[in-house]
């Protein structure tokens, strides 16, 4: 049976191919055009909230589907940007949020926001990507987390980076062997613990990058014999799901670095 590092590097070594093989599904495919075709009309806000269709592929290229359902605070960070340091996605440490109104930057461009190659293209590629890691995680859990660790690894600036995003955190804890009962522990001792025990500038680095998930996918494989985790559980909206706007906001305002 290939092991999770293996199932990982093969994808990971010619990502390129495995991209493409992704863009050429017929779902993807028709999303895609879609997308393409409707996207570049749009110029406001309002409108990218009324089509449903380029909505939800915006949402999935970023990781966000799982909030689809919160419009009125993803309208706020659309509508505030990212130019102000005081903007709505600038104050939450998860960075899908940020990269979201950056390809849609409304608040910078207003109507000309969707002509641009990040927009389209951009948004193209985020969505090519994140349904490749769904469908590697399909069959492994261990390698969907893997790829997505390495796509992130380079914006993780503090602690509170990786506690605020749930797929980030799942990596790290059982990389360095810590209990699921950690997360529960105090945010900020977490935050301290983590910085102490990484060096989070080697997560700019793809070979350091590389080094620390052969150690995940080793301790993967050891927690997790086959069968034995339902592969969705660390992506599912459950525990996002029916919660208040203002209570999300809370969980997820904590600034970079402690700030």
Same mark, same amino acid.
């Given at each position: 049976?290939?092991?999770? /590092?293996?199932?990982?590097?093969? #994808? ?21 055009? /879609? ?81 641009? !190659? ?5 948004? +193209? !590629? ?7 890691? +769904? ?51 105090? #945010? ?6 983590? !910085? ?37 559980? +660390? ?15 809370? #969980? ?8």
């Amino acid at each position: 049976m290939t092991t999770t /590092y293996t199932s990982y590097k093969l #994808i990971s070594a010619d990502l390129q191919t495995s991209l493409k093989r992704v863009s050429e599904q017929p779902d993807v495919k028709r999303e895609t055009e /879609y997308y393409l075709a409707k996207i570049g009309s749009i110029k406001s806000i309002d409108e990218f909230f009324a089509d449903s269709r380029l909505y939800n592929y915006a949402m999935k290229a970023h990781g966000l589907d799982d909030m689809a359902y919160a419009k009125a605070f993803m309208r706020k960070v659309l509508t505030e940007g990212v130019d102000e340091k005081g903007a709505f996605a600038n104050q939450l440490s998860d960075t899908r949020y940020k990269a979201l109104a950056e390809s849609l930057n409304f608040a910078r461009h207003g109507e000309l926001a969707t002509t641009f !190659e990040r927009a389209q293209k951009g948004v +193209v !590629e985020k969505y090519n990507r994140q349904t490749l890691e +769904v469908s590697a995680g399909e069959d492994n859990t261990g390698v969907r987390l893997a790829l997505y660790f390495e796509r992130m690894a380079p914006s993780i600036t503090s602690g509170y980076s990786i506690i605020a995003d749930d797929a980030l955190a799942q990596v790290v804890r059982t990389a360095l062997q810590l209990p699921a009962e950690f997360a529960a522990t105090d #945010i900020d001792r977490q935050a301290a613990y983590y !910085e102490e025990m990484l060096k989070l500038d080697e997560f700019k680095d793809p070979a350091k990058v590389g080094t620390f998930l052969e150690r995940f996918t080793s301790m993967w494989e050891l927690e997790n014999p086959v069968g034995s985790y339902d592969p969705l559980t +660390v992506f599912q909206p459950s525990s996002l799901t029916g919660i208040s706007t203002d209570l999300l906001l809370s #969980i997820n305002n904590l600034k970079l670095g402690g700030r």
